[in-house]
């Protein structure tokens, strides 16, 4: 049997292609140890996905992308009667609304159950009598959506493989001798309200700091990466595990050579989280800071987050070897024009520490309470058309297509504010560029003046004299 794996993109989003999606590679690593004497395969398109002949495809797929993975799903089954199996964040926050084009939606983690769910599809009928037997998935049955019952997550994340990353393949934006990413643990312990990511994943788990040390060890081996991203939604969140992680890198010397970026959160941020990132050459730290007014920080339900507390935080930062990303969010219910300014002048009043910003209007994604009361108020459907109206739409941000969900604002008066705002990142971001590449410069030296001088140790050690005579009178007894 032959599955291929793919996930729903957005043509138009530079972002969804810059990484190889992680989630799938864990999918496939366990497919093949589970199922051996099957093929697996992933796919970067819908034409590498018919090229390859699949018995069976999976689509991931977030809120935004969903009407293309369904244009997918639709086509696999009317021109080569596929069965198509899709998982992913929507699906998994709305498993009643599976469309019929596909045989089953997985939801939340998709390792305890892909091989049995690949089993039970295995002679291209989806048949209930079998699906019904798995637990966490969507199915069709007799008409009609049937959800299963709940299962456990993965209780112990260092039971998974690695991912196969040779799987997901290197056609990505950014190359993997550039870039390569890694996840040390799952789920987010914040309930922020606009989020989806601690109510899909459960709990908040960690890979064991050892996990990912090998981890680390094996992608320096294996890609010689520029830099390694921790892709988790918040590295930071647990200090002891944090702590211990980069006491593993610098016990085994895998922060030389080699630059670190992760996100941050302003009210984890101290002294000792800092030095903690500078040893390690953590030299990028992201933060969603998504607003600077007391009222809308309330709103988003960012927890432990106040306008000091993020002032705090980069002053904290500042004078630092460490590169900062913001991101905002502007359009909540209730936020005014002054308040949205508060932000703004946040950023212009820190330009000087922060590096890189994306800034977006707040948006409806199902499995937040912003879904929810946006679907109250009749501004969302649990059945759309258009999927892509809930994903990310940076300067193409159309008044008439995606939600407002602001009851304060015209949308021309919250166009006009993101037109601002964006002006702001542009010149923020070309700011950021120039003195991240003088940080990239100072690393790449530090690391060199390191090399030469174990190299110079190594030239006066006894051993090296003695290797060197050798060499010597190897050239004199046997001449070429």
């Known amino acids: 049997m032959r599955v291929v794996f ?24 366990v497919l093949k140890q589970g199922l051996p004497r099957d093929e697996f395969a992933f796919a970067m398109s819908l034409e590498q996905a018919l090229d390859a002949q699949p018995d069976l495809v999976a689509i991931s797929s977030a809120s935004e992308n969903f009407t293309a993975a369904q244009q997918i799903a639709r086509r696999l089954r009317q021109e080569r009667g596929i069965n198509v199996i899709v998982g992913g964040a929507h699906i998994t926050a709305l498993p009643h609304t599976l469309p019929d084009c596909f045989a089953a939606g997985v939801l939340g983690e998709g390792e305890p159950v892909i091989v049995n769910l690949v089993e039970a599809l295995r002679d291209g009928k989806a048949r209930a009598e079998a699906l019904r037997r798995i637990p966490g998935i969507a199915y069709h049955d007799g008409g009609r959506v049937a959800v299963t019952g709940p299962r456990r997550h993965v209780e112990n994340l260092d039971d998974l493989p690695f991912p196969d990353r040779e799987a997901l393949g290197d056609g990505w934006a950014v190359p993997r001798s550039q870039q390569v990413h890694l996840i040390s643990s799952r789920g987010c312990p914040y309930d922020c309200s606009f989020c989806a990511s601690a109510r899909g994943a459960s709990r908040f788990r960690r890979f064991s700091p050892e996990y990912v040390a090998r981890e680390i060890e094996w992608l320096r081996r294996q890609y010689d990466p520029e830099e390694i991203y921790f892709f988790d939604d918040l590295f930071i969140a647990d200090r002891a595990h944090f702590r211990e992680v980069c006491r593993l890198i610098r016990e085994r010397g895998l922060h030389e050579g ?9 009210n984890l941020i101290d002294a000792e989280i800092l030095d903690l990132v500078e ?24 927890t432990g987050v106040t306008p000091q507390i993020n002032q705090r935080a980069l002053d904290l930062i500042r004078g630092r070897n ?44 199902p499995g937040t309470r912003v879904w929810a009361e946006a679907l109250e108020r009749g501004l969302v459907a649990e059945t759309m058309d258009d999927w892509s109206r809930v994903g990310y739409p940076g300067a193409a941000w159309d008044p008439a297509r995606y939600p407002l969900l602001s009851r304060t ?10 037109r601002e705002f964006l002006t702001l990142q542009d010149a923020i971001n ?26 110079d140790a190594i030239k006066g050690s006894r051993l090296a004299r003695w290797a060197l005579k050798a060499r010597d009178w190897k050239q004199r007894v046997m001449p070429r």
């Not at 080699?258 to 959160?265: A, E, L, N, P, T």
């Open 6 to 29: 793919l996930r729903a993109y957005a043509a138009d989003s530079p972002y969804q292609w810059s990484m190889p999606p992680l989630g799938i590679g864990y999918l496939l690593a």
């Open 258 to 266: 080699v630059i670190f970026r992760s996100y941050g959160r302003a």
């Open 279 to 302: 040893a390690c050459n953590f030299l990028f730290l992201d933060f969603g800071f998504e607003s600077n007014c007391e009222k809308t920080l309330r709103y988003l339900n960012k």
């Open 322 to 365: 460490i590169s900062v990303g913001a991101s905002l969010i502007i359009g909540s219910p209730d936020e005014t024009r002054e308040d949205i300014r508060e932000s703004y002048d946040f950023v212009v009043r820190n330009r000087d520490v922060i590096d890189r910003m994306s800034v977006g209007p707040l948006l409806p994604i």
């Open 409 to 418: 604002l015209t949308a021309g008066e919250l166009q006009t504010a993101l």
């Open 430 to 455: 070309a700011e950021g560029r120039i003195r991240e590449f003088e940080r990239r410069r100072q690393a790449a030296a530090r690391y060199a003046r390191r090399l030469k001088s174990e190299l």
